[in-house]
């Protein structure tokens, strides 16, 4: 799997540093209060038990499925929830967690679908943001970095399912999706 890498961006030690700084800041934005995390899979699970481990609050933790790559490298402009969630979110202060914000249609979708339900606040906690990849207008709150607009894998985010489980955050090779 290692080979399919062109170049290592951050491996897990900086990726736990990011998590701690933000962390840290999401604790310290939200002291008393009780915010609801909604982890957006699959991609964002690593980065979810990273973070939310970094949180000294209350927190409720949940999951919705939406997938927008449907397995491909580019983004579709369709977005399908797979697994809706369960938990009232009418005035809740809702941090939606994601492993990276690109065209942005993913997390307009969600934010869209929070609004309506009727969230106290909706904000955004990323591990990556490719700001050059928008295509909607949304942005991230809390980041943990910023990427280029190249094709990244590992540590969550993957290639048609694959890569997922790899402990850092890389670039893939060109070869390996373009035969
Ligand atoms: C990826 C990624 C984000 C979204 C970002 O999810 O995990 O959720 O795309 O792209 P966007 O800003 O262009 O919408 P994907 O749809 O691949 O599903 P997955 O998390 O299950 O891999
Ligand atoms: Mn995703
Ligand atoms: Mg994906």
């Given amino acids: 799997m290692d080979n399919d890498i062109e170049e290592v961006l951050y491996d897990q030690a900086s990726i736990q540093q990011a998590a701690q700084r933000l962390g ?14 909604l982890s957006v899979l699959k991609g964002a699970y690593l980065w979810t038990a990273d973070l939310i481990r970094e949180v000294d609050l209350y927190a409720e933790l949940e999951f919705i499925k939406i997938s927008s790559y449907h397995g491909g490298v580019a983004s579709t402009d369709e977005i399908t929830l797979v697994t809706d969630i369960r938990s009232d979110v009418q005035n809740r202060d809702v941090i939606i967690l994601e492993d990276i ?11 869209e679908l929070l609004a309506k339900r009727g969230a106290r606040s909706i904000k955004v906690a990323t591990l990556l943001d490719k700001k050059e990849g928008r295509k909607v207008e ?21 290639y048609k399912d694959f890569y997922r489980n790899l402990p850092y955050v890389g670039i893939l090779k ?3 999706y373009t035969k």
């Fill in 24 to 37: 840290k800041q999401i604790t310290e934005d939200y002291a008393g209060e009780r915010p609801l995390f």
């Fill in 101 to 111: 914000v690109d065209t942005g249609q993913s997390l307009l979708f969600m934010k």
């Fill in 138 to 158: 949304v942005t991230a709150d809390y980041i943990g970095f910023d990427v280029r607009n190249q094709f990244v894998v590992g540590y969550g985010l993957d």
């Fill in 174 to 176: 060109k070869e390996v």
